[in-house]
Nanobody
Framework: QVQLVESGGGLVQAGGSLRLSCAVS????????MGWFRQAPGKEREFVAV????????YYADFVKGRFIISRDNGKNTAYLQMNSLKLEDTAVYYC???????????????????WGQGTQVTVSS
């Protein structure tokens, strides 16, 4: 059984930082491109960032460029999202996802990902 478990969310003041983790079991992430998405109340889920299965390429939504960093540790079977300079509008439930051998990261926002986590809440306060 494949499980993606996000952690690291919480309440943070604007301008602060959080590091989200996505621990994966039931598959080996070295073959999977890993992505992060988010969904704010009343809004559709949106793409945030993705890192290729090979670890050699990343792609970000414009609204997080320069603030968020996606990474992976295949040895720990875990993906990460370092979030800096957080803004009120970053408040959302953050989800990680896994897709087998996705190489063209431009498709990440629109494809039907293989596996999803249950999400972790991030709340940014003023």
């Amino acid at each position: 059984q494949v499980q993606l478990v996000e952690s690291g969310g919480g309440l943070v003041q604007a301008g602060g930082s959080l590091r989200l983790s996505c621990a994966v079991s039931g598959l080996t992430i070295s073959s999977y491109t890993m992505g992060w998405f988010r969904q704010a109340p009343g809004k559709e889920r949106e793409f945030v960032a993705v890192i290729r299965w090979s670890g050699d390429s990343t792609y970000y939504a414009d609204f997080v460029k320069g603030r968020f960093i996606i990474s992976r540790d295949n040895g720990k079977n875990t993906a990460y999202l370092q979030m800096n300079s957080l803004k009120l509008e970053d408040t959302a439930v953050y989800y990680c996802a896994a897709e087998l051998y996705l190489s063209n990261l431009g498709y990440a926002p629109s494809i039907n990902w293989d596996y999803w986590g249950q999400g972790t809440q991030v709340t940014v306060s003023s």
